[in-house]
């Protein structure tokens, strides 16, 4: 009868180190998975937030090629202020008196403004 008992699998004593060592590995293997899983899902994360940054670095770099396009444009204009004026008449002199407690700085005439887009006539009403 030991005999008939022993050809069972998992009753004999041999077989119970091998099912132990076979569950050890399968438990083994689910962390593997388990561990797998996890580092995909973070991975997703990672792609999506590199994706992102992408973007907004993106954004970032039109903003900074417009910048650096209206700054570049500003070595222009100021100087064409400068040679407007430069061509505006210099307030009336008045006499110079000795007296160098007035040092005032004589400025030119300021510079208008010329409003570009036609607006309504003065004698007509803007309809509300």
């Known amino acids: 009868m030991s005999r008939h008992q022993s050809s069972r699998p998992g009753f004999t004593s041999g077989s119970f180190a091998p099912n132990q060592a076979l ?8 962390r593997e998975l388990q561990d797998l899983k996890q580092l995909q899902q973070l991975s997703g994360t990672l792609v999506t937030q590199i994706e992102d940054l992408a973007a907004k670095l993106e ?6 090629a417009k910048v650096a396009l209206i700054l570049a444009n500003w070595g222009q204009v100021l ?4 040679l407007a004026q430069g061509a505006l008449p210099v307030g009336e002199e008045e006499e110079e008196e000795e007296d160098t407690t007035n040092t005032e700085m004589k400025l030119p005439v300021p510079l208008v403004r010329i409003q570009v887009e036609e607006g309504p006539e003065e004698g007509q009403q803007q309809p509300h």
């Open 59 to 64: 954004t970032l770099t039109d903003g900074t």
């Open 23 to 30: 569950q050890a590995r399968i438990d083994n293997k689910t």
């Open 79 to 82: 100087r064409a202020v400068g």
